[in-house]
């Protein structure tokens, strides 16, 4: 690791991610002052979700995973040609497999939608909307695949800006999709929302050429050869298929989620998107730094038998996940009215709306600590090529999300006025629970419960693998966590207190408060981990 250590490396990916996540919440204000939480948008969330899921099985998930380490192997034991041959290899069955795909998934796009959204009802106007932005969409999963693999090569190679920074893309042409091609589609007779996915359809090609010319520069711009043979490739593809699996959990369980909350009240889906979107930046801008910068690393450690660096490396994510999660947990649920107020609720947009993301953002922030856990968790298996372990952990993640989703969302129907009163009348159970306000945050307390369970049977297994030795100090690292922690509640509580009734300000005094809100918090935080003795240099890692 270059000078700086894993945590100006993660710096490095986190500064260019921010400004991913700044130009992200701009993209969703646009979406709330534009559409609101309607119909279409619930269409377009969806038909969206399914190509992101795509997304992140390969820039967070398992082709990444058993990529980055197979790469990391050649990059120790062969010469610049054998692993520019294993890139092109790659690079051209990759293609051929999501080529394929994409074919088949625009071809059944409307069988597609029933599997995904049974909650819409095939032949309304909102499932047709759906579908036809979904074979408009689905490409995009194509072209973020490739640029996913291009952004795996750079993190090999210690360039971790430009992958970082290329979603920023796909903000900007959101943005204008929304903005300027949006109020132009009805003068043409099409849906506006439409404009949106085309958009996604641009940003995935914007994203993988914007990265080609970092590629260039090291030599390694693929000529794409079908490898099917290659022993690079076959292994690979051998790491992947459990890996498709076990890493991708979370997406998973947020597809499944999603397609429930098509029975809710009109508006869940957009609820729960837009919950997902505020989690996204602690996880974005952290997570996803922290396990993109630790997986090369532990891959090389392993690949050079260094068993000490390796558990450093380990010991050191675990420590930044929970000095950062900790905060990020307590502030997200604290502070769920007034973000979602200052942030979104501007437009059609409305009070109610929310209150409706408040109720699922408080739910499912308390699985932020263990989201971030997983980050590193999991690499800790997949950079020592053990695929299965994984996906033991994934599979009762998500037995426990779906027994947890429907236990929580029979109690919202027979313990709640509008779901008895439904009942009384004879309407059956999806009915009732399309009457049901706030059912949709049954939905992200069930995601929080699995993530919880996912990460804390990894760390056991990893405790049982004996691969990961606790370095010293974290007794009293707990200590100052803890006491910081405090200090930022009992600061955001009182500025609560002392300013209610956020949604009912001009947008100016909700903006000025919530800085004031946050940056008070956040200054606690740092000033009593400060007093305490903890040091960026104690975080650099090794």
């Given amino acids: 690791m270059s000078k700086g250590g894993l945590l100006r490396s993660s710096v490095v990916f986190s500064a260019m991610t921010f400004i991913s996540r700044v130009t992200g919440l701009i993209r969703d204000q646009v979406y709330a002052w534009q559409f609101g939480a309607s119909p279409a948008m619930d269409a377009f969330f969806i ?5 992101n899921f795509m997304r992140r099985l390969s820039a967070e998930g398992s082709f990444s995973m058993a990529f980055v380490p197979v ?27 999501l080529v394929v795909l994409t074919a088949v998934v625009v071809l059944a796009a409307p069988w597609v939608m029933g599997v995904f959204a049974p909650g819409f009802a095939p032949g309304s106007e909102q499932y047709r909307l759906a579908t036809q ?18 952004g795996g090569v750079l993190n090999s190679y210690e360039k971790f800006a430009v992958p970082a920074l290329s979603p920023v893309l796909l903000n900007i042409s959101m943005i204008a999709a929304a903005a300027a091609a949006a109020p132009l589609m009805r003068p043409f007779g099409a849906e506006p929302v439409l404009a949106l996915a085309w958009g996604v359809f641009f940003a995935g090609v914007l994203q993988l050429v914007f990265q080609l010319p970092a590629l ?39 597809l499944l989620n999603t397609a429930l909350a098509s029975f809710l009240i009109v508006g ?37 038998t260094d068993s000490e660096g390796y558990s450093k490396a380990l010991d050191w994510g675990f420590r930044l996940c929970l000095l950062i999660g900790i905060p990020a947990c307590l502030g997200l649920v604290l502070c769920a009215e007034a973000l979602i107020a200052a942030l979104f609720q501007y437009g059609r947009l409305t009070p109610q709306d929310t209150q409706m993301i408040r109720l699922s953002l408080m739910a499912q922030s308390t699985a932020v600590p263990a989201f971030l856990l997983v980050k590193v968790l999991a690499p800790a298996f997949y950079s020592r090529q053990d695929t299965k372990t994984p996906v033991k952990s994934a599979v009762v993640s998500v037995a426990v999300n779906l027994i947890s989703t429907v236990v929580l969302l029979l109690l919202a129907v027979y313990f709640t006025d509008a779901g008895r009163a439904a009942l009384a009348r004879g309407a059956g159970l999806t009915q009732a629970l399309g009457e049901v306000p706030g059912a949709h945050a049954c939905l992200a307390l069930a995601i929080a ?16 693998a004996r691969v990961y030795r606790r370095q010293p100090g974290w007794g009293r ?22 300013w209610p009734g956020w949604t009912g300000w001009p947008w100016w005094e909700r903006a000025w408060k919530l800085a004031a809100v946050v940056g008070a918090g956040g200054a606690a935080y740092g000033a009593l981990l400060w007093l305490q003795g903890i040091r960026p240099r104690d975080l650099r890692g090794h």
């Fill in 216 to 254: 260039a520069k090291l030599g390694l711009l693929p000529r794409p050869r079908w490898g099917w043979q290659h022993s690079g490739v076959r292994k690979i593809l051998k790491l992947m298929v459990p890996t498709l699996f076990g890493s991708s959990v979370a997406q998973l369980n947020l």
């Fill in 47 to 51: 038909a969206f979700r399914i190509p």
């Fill in 71 to 97: 790469l990391a192997e050649y990059k120790e034991t062969h010469d610049h040609a054998a692993v520019k041959e294993l890139i092109d290899r790659v690079t051209g069955t990759l293609t051929a497999a």
């Fill in 477 to 498: 690292f707990l200590r100052q966590i803890g006491v910081a922690s405090l200090g930022l509640s009992a600061v955001v509580l009182f500025l609560l207190w002392l």
């Fill in 268 to 304: 869940s889906v957009s609820w729960l998107y837009l919950t997902d979107r505020l989690l996204e930046f602690p996880l974005g801008m952290f997570g996803v730094a922290i396990g993109t910068v630790i997986l090369p690393h532990l891959s090389k450690r392993h690949a050079a």
């Fill in 133 to 150: 932005m979904l074979q408009i969409t689905f490409p995009y999963a194509l072209f973020i695949s490739l640029a996913s693999l291009v």
């Fill in 449 to 464: 419960i699995a993530g919880w369970t996912n990460a804390l049977q990894l760390a056991w297994y990893l405790r049982r």
